[in-house]
């Protein structure tokens, strides 16, 4: 029996900050939807993307008929899986995956604590053509208090454990608001994660703000690949499409 080719894909994670650039200043979802196809990534990591608006709709021009999920994977990403976080009056946003291959399954899991923050993890079974393991792929935004990340963290794990079987490949991308750097050794002890950037460089990227980064918030760990391997995104047009720079990796497995 021959061996299985190994497989390579790139993916990438940005916050979109609801669609608006830093301060909210611009509406800049048609820029960074060219922004987000030049990266060429097969799967799409979103945070912090804007389900419905009911009052945008009517006050901000050219803004979309559609889901900004939806907007986003347009005719690229074929499918794509939503999971509503935050409701208010007007809209929802929350986390999405936009992807190049089939998502066979999808779940919202609440992380929310104490009724503060809401929050999700985006948890996607994926289907990569001639192989029998799926991918497994987990959107990320965590709570701004530091407490209420510790527990998120406790909870990731507890989802990986339970719902990702031990030999798949996993990817874990997103906003991790960790500034204090405590996600690395907690998830590499409890789930076996490793984060790329950490891995090839010795340190995650900085990424916020992203009109001059200091501090590492976004993050993309992975377990099971054959290999990983940052990619280099250039600061412009990043800079002006959200408050958060955009990571991306090229993954094997």
């Known amino acids: 029996m021959q061996p299985t080719a190994d497989i390579s894909f790139r993916v990438l994670t940005v916050n979109t900050h ?57 005719e690229i990403w074929p499918d794509f899986a939503y999971g509503r976080n935050a409701v208010y009056p007007h809209g929802d ?5 936009l992807s190049k291959f089939p998502i066979v399954a999808y779940e919202n899991r609440d992380v929310s604590i104490d009724g503060h923050e809401t929050r999700g993890l985006l948890h996607c079974t994926l289907r990569i053509p001639g192989r029998d393991t799926a991918l497994h792929a987990i959107c990320v935004h965590l709570g701004l208090k530091e407490s209420h990340r510790l527990r998120q963290l406790d909870l990731l794990g507890e989802v990986i454990r339970t719902h990702v079987p031990v030999d798949a490949p996993l990817l874990v991308a997103g906003d991790f608001n960790d500034w204090r750097r405590r996600a690395h050794a907690t998830l590499e002890r409890s789930t076996g994660l490793r984060e790329v950037f950490v ?55």
Not at 93 to 97: C, D, F, I
Not at 238 to 250: G, K, Q, V
């Open 18 to 74: 609801k669609g608006f650039a830093f301060l909210n200043r611009k509406f800049v979802l048609h820029e960074l939807r060219d922004a987000v196809r030049v990266v060429g990534a097969d799967v799409v990591f979103l945070q912090e993307v804007q389900g419905e608006h009911h009052l945008h709709s009517t006050r901000i021009g050219r803004w979309p008929e559609v889901p900004h999920y939806e907007f986003l994977a347009d």
């Open 93 to 97: 946003h929350g986390n999405a995956v």
């Open 199 to 253: 891995h090839a460089t010795g340190r995650a990227a900085k990424t916020f703000p992203a009109h001059l980064p200091m501090l590492e918030l976004d993050r993309i760990y992975v377990r099971n690949t054959k290999g990983d391997t940052p990619v280099p995104l250039p600061r412009d047009p990043w800079s002006r499409l959200s408050d958060h720079a955009p990571l991306a990796a090229e993954i094997r497995v």
